[in-house]
């Protein structure tokens, strides 16, 4: 049994096979559709001839185009667009392979390869579950059988973040104030809501209640939670981006009318601006997205937000999650208490001043 693509027309697929086994009657039957659907029908030929034999599986590389189609529709715009970044890298160890010839060992080396090129555990664990990802679709959709085994991952421990350095509110503030006027509302969503960069990114129009003082978000997931309007500028930032954009995306990139991936250029060179990470000199913070959203779930609770609150506005599943802010919160508390010491030593030199 075996699929062929037809001469001529390329959405047409042979798939012959022998009904009665390899000694009998040959049938040939033309499928009209994609090489991976084309290898679905031969599937379903092979279990209706021979319930015993496992299907031949596609390539990987075969099912990406499905697959792609599936993940655009079903997950996030952001997340998508990092998968199709990932795909180059997966389809270049893993596309030639066909899924029953997929090994623990293949995995292995995949890993050994990426970190030999300097890139984190964070960043490998990701691109392995998308490809996991890959996997089940084509498991989903008949196009191969499950693996015999589990895609090992790193161990949590060699894959935990390091803790952000915050800044303090008031180096939030300059960097807020030396933003371009174009980023800013987005750069608002990030600190006064606490949103992560996928979700401030697609606001909708329609996802804003102005007279009710709350907006709709679609998180992680596809989980919606409703989110209040923190502030008066993020107020007013709404009230200006429904004025000029009644319906549909808020915020788009001029260059190519849709949503904006990112704006960390833009946060970079505010920071560069407020004189916070100046150029040529050794950066104290490292200055991105979700830095806002931590800032503002560790000064949220120096503000008086309660922790089941602010669970709920920062859409975590797990108050633990939440509660991880309550110790940044200590730390900041801690280095500004220091002051105060640096203060009294600055008085208790010779020529201080002590009241």
């Not at 001839?49 to 599936?70: A, C, G, H, R």
């Not at 160890?93 to 030999?116: C, D, M, N, W």
Request: with cysteine.
């Amino acid at each position: 049994m075996s699929v062929r693509p037809h001469p001529r027309d390329p959405n047409k697929w042979y798939v012959d096979y022998y009904p009665t086994g390899r000694h009998g009657q040959r049938v040939v039957r033309v499928i009209t559709g994609t090489q991976a659907q084309a290898h679905v029908v031969e599937a379903e030929l092979r279990r209706a001839s021979s319930p015993n034999v496992i299907e031949v599986s596609p390539k990987v590389i075969d099912i990406v185009p499905e697959w792609l189609d599936w993940y655009r529709v079903n997950r996030l715009p952001s997340t998508y667009k990092d998968v199709e970044n990932t795909l180059k890298l997966l389809k270049e160890h893993f596309g030639a392979y066909q899924f029953s010839r997929l090994t623990p060992a293949v995995i292995e080396q995949y890993k050994s390869k990426r970190l030999a090129t300097k890139v984190c555990r964070r960043t490998i664990t990701k691109e392995l579950t998308y490809f996991s990802s890959l996997i089940k679709f084509a498991v989903k959709n008949r196009y191969a059988e499950p693996l015999s085994f589990k895609i090992e991952k790193f161990d949590r421990k060699l894959i935990k973040a390091p803790e952000p350095v915050l800044p303090t509110p008031q180096e939030i503030e300059a960097i807020i104030a030396s933003i371009e006027p174009e980023y800013k509302p987005l750069l608002l969503l990030l600190y006064d809501a606490g949103l992560r960069r996928s979700e401030a990114m697609n606001i909708k129009a329609e996802d804003i209640y102005l007279d009710r003082g709350f907006f709709r978000v679609l998180g992680k997931g596809n989980k919606e939670r409703f989110v209040p309007v923190t502030s008066r500028r993020l107020l007013d930032a709404f009230v200006g981006a429904i004025q000029r954009v009644p319906t549909g995306y808020l915020f788009l990139n001029p260059a190519t009318g849709r949503p904006w991936h990112d704006i960390r250029k833009a946060i970079l060179r505010a920071a560069v601006k407020a004189g916070i990470n100046e150029k040529d000199k050794p950066a104290r913070l490292r200055v991105y997205h979700h830095l806002f959203r931590h800032s503002f779930g560790t000064y949220g609770l120096s503000a008086g937000i309660g922790m089941r609150a602010l669970q709920g506005i920062m859409g975590h599943s797990d108050v633990k999650t939440t509660e991880r802010y309550a110790h940044l919160l200590g730390d900041y508390l801690k280095s500004e208490g220091i002051k105060f010491g640096e203060y009294i030593e600055k008085r208790s030199l010779p020529g201080g001043h002590d009241g």
